[in-house]
């Protein structure tokens, strides 16, 4: 069963410019996260999705950050602009069993540098 | 609001010994609790689930219990191995929220 897969792994951008990653979550899977990691913290959530439609985005940043899951499989989380303290690693993860009781599968995680 | 606390925050044990980590959390009003592994520059992979009905589940030479009533998990590793050697995250399932995360305990295992 392939895993949940993410891209891109690395990138390097300039503060105020934009960004853009990519995920696509275990086949069948309904729930889909977003977390962002930071240096030496636990990920915390930024946004989570049931099918196409968003059941959390208390956390998100509105401002400058987006997200959307179209069909209800891929999803795509946006920043536009970054800021430096948006340097992280942005974890997507899969759930097939929805917010209670669901075991979360991640995927690799894309590496953020704002400089 | 829920917080998790994972203590210690780093651990460095020789090959061969059997440790201990710690998570605690604040509100026992969970539905399952989680163990994760992350190797540097990886992502998270599931360890353990432990559902709130639940005391311990194993798996190989790892255990994890669970005491809802004191908010307290812990995730016991036999016979410690250099392969063991990565960040290990406790998270908490709560009614109407995704799973919260502690900070992790880092171990590492010497050969």
């Known amino acids: 069963e392939a895993g949940v897969a993410q891209s891109p792994r690395y990138k390097i951008i300039e503060k105020r410019q934009s960004v853009a990653f990519w995920c696509n979550p275990i086949?069948?899977?309904?729930?889909l996260y977003w977390y962002q990691q930071i240096l030496g913290q636990g990920p915390k959530l930024l946004i989570q999705f049931q099918n196409n439609g968003v059941v959390d985005d208390s956390q998100l940043p509105k401002d400058r950050f987006s997200a959307e899951r179209l069909k209800g499989v891929d999803s795509t989380l946006k920043i536009q602009p970054a800021k430096l303290e948006d340097s992280a690693v942005y974890l997507c993860?899969?759930?097939?069993?929805?917010?209670?009781?669901?075991?979360?599968?991640f995927g690799e995680g894309s590496r953020l540098t704002v400089l | 609001k829920q917080e998790v606390t994972q203590i210690p925050a780093a651990l460095s044990v020789p090959e061969g010994e059997n440790l201990v980590l710690n998570c605690s959390f604040t509100d026992s009003a969970i539905y399952n609790l989680q163990w994760f592994r992350q190797d540097p520059g990886k992502g998270l992979t599931s360890l353990l689930l432990i559902q709130s009905s639940q005391r311990e589940q194993t798996s190989g030479r790892l255990n994890a219990s669970l005491d809802k009533s004191s908010g307290r998990s812990t995730l016991y590793i036999a016979a410690s191995q250099p392969g063991d050697s990565a960040t290990y995250l406790c998270a908490v399932n709560q009614a109407g929220t995704a799973l919260i995360f502690g900070k992790g305990t880092t171990l590492s295992v010497s050969s």
């Open positions: 993860a899969s759930s097939s069993r929805g917010i209670r009781t669901g075991e979360l599968f």
């Open positions: 086949s069948g899977h309904a729930t």
